[in-house]
């Protein structure tokens, strides 16, 4: 059965935007290309600064399938992969109270907010978001529909802040001890959901880049 998407729930809960003191700030943002502007936001992993950026591996226009896979790739005022849209949906106890999060993770994060990050190239939205296709949350991060499940939802980990970078944790997670983490690799490599793991590794830290790439 699909799910009511998950705007229509948080704006049925009155929820929607009323989130205080966000982990992360969703405007003033930079952007990949100048007609995504100041609507848009970078990610980047403090394992490669910022230098490299969430992207799309190979953007074509300004559409997006469910299933691209997703990696860290040059910053650049040109590259259409690299414009999301992070969207703030509410808190982890929003999500449980719906039904959407388990209880599991409105004990250990109940208190976090939660975000969708929108694919959007040449701030085009393409109902793709940043997600993970497993029952489970780990594995590849690829695009998946937006407003669906909690596939594509991502939770601000701020127990284990590091500055204004942050772990993103999949909100599908069933590890608790070490929740699933959005984990980059190498430039170019497609990006994995994997164990939060002490000491964190610092290609589970993503910051937000302000101001022009």
């Not at 490669?48 to 992207?55: Q, R």
């Not at 949350?137 to 601000?156: E, H």
Request: glycine residues 10%; aromatic residues 8%.
């Amino acid at each position: 059965m699909r799910l009511m998407p998950i705007r229509a729930v948080v704006v049925a809960m009155s929820i929607a935007a009323v989130v205080a003191g966000p982990a992360l700030v969703a405007a003033p943002a930079s952007a990949a290309t100048a007609v995504c502007g100041a609507n848009c936001t970078s990610f980047y992993p403090l394992s490669t600064g910022t230098s490299d950026v969430l992207a799309v591996s190979h953007p074509s226009g300004t559409g997006g399938t469910t299933g691209e896979a997703v990696t860290i790739a040059a910053a650049s005022t040109t590259n259409q992969g690299e414009d999301w849209v992070l969207e703030i949906e509410g808190t982890v106890s929003d999500f449980y109270e719906a039904g959407l999060m388990s209880a599991q993770m409105n004990l250990h994060w109940g208190s976090d907010d939660v975000y969708e990050i929108d694919y959007a190239p040449d701030y085009t939205y393409t109902g793709e978001c940043l997600g993970t296709s497993s029952s489970n949350g780990s594995g590849a991060v690829t695009l998946q529909p937006c407003g669906v499940s909690a596939a594509t939802l991502w939770v601000a980990d701020t127990a284990d802040q590091n500055g204004r970078a942050l772990p993103l944790l999949a909100g599908k997670n069933n590890n608790f001890s070490q929740p699933y983490s959005l984990a980059a690799s190498s430039v170019g490599t497609q990006l994995t959901s994997t164990n939060l793991r002490a000491p964190i590794s610092s290609s589970q830290e993503w910051g937000t880049i302000f101001g022009e790439l």
